[in-house]
């Protein structure tokens, strides 16, 4: 284990403490409730760029620090301020739904949660992977002094391996039953356990990807 590894460890149990302890836990939920973007923002920023980083520990065996670690870190928060919307949004409208028969078993919560997370992740969070890929693209390609695009961005991302990997497999097989975990927890813990999840999906990816079972390219941006 290097010295980079240590620090990263003891600043995840760091963060982990302030959620155990009741009263610093109280202070950033009541926080968080007061201004649920800032909060989500923070979170995110933080937490799913700490996964990125020790993600790439693990496949390039170096952390790899620069400024477009900030300028990834602004594009966490981004979608941790989408995440803090439309996590009410699906859950919210999945009991609507039951409610009104057009899903199943109304009044049971795993269902609700099992269908809202399942619609978030087969409809939104393609649309914010594309958000994320895109923003990961521009940062890289601004870095290497290339000329920038939407067209020439767009043009750069396999969209087979993209959709069946990220859409697909990462969205179906991970996030479906974390989302589902997740939308069953006090609405107020909601998005930082999303935020932590993320670290998760770093590590797991960046373990396949040495392995070589995902496809160039793809990194943690499948987090939602």
Known sequence: MKKGDIVWALLLAGLLMLFVIPATRDSILAASGAHPYIGGFIQFAIL???????????ASGEYQFSAQVLL???VWGIIGCMVTLVFPVFMGGAGLAQAGKLLPFAGVSVVQAFC????????????MNTFHRIMELWIETSAAKEPVSLKGLIGKIDWVAFVTFNWLKVGICFWIPVHTIVFLLPENVRVVVAAFSSIALGIILSFASKKGST???ITEEEAV
């Open 215 to 217: 496809p160039t390219k």
């Open 72 to 74: 990834r870190a602004v």
């Open 48 to 58: 799913a760029t700490m996964g990125d980083l020790f993600g790439k520990r693990i």
């Open 116 to 127: 809202g997370s399942s619609i978030m992740n087969l409809t939104f969070a393609p649309a």
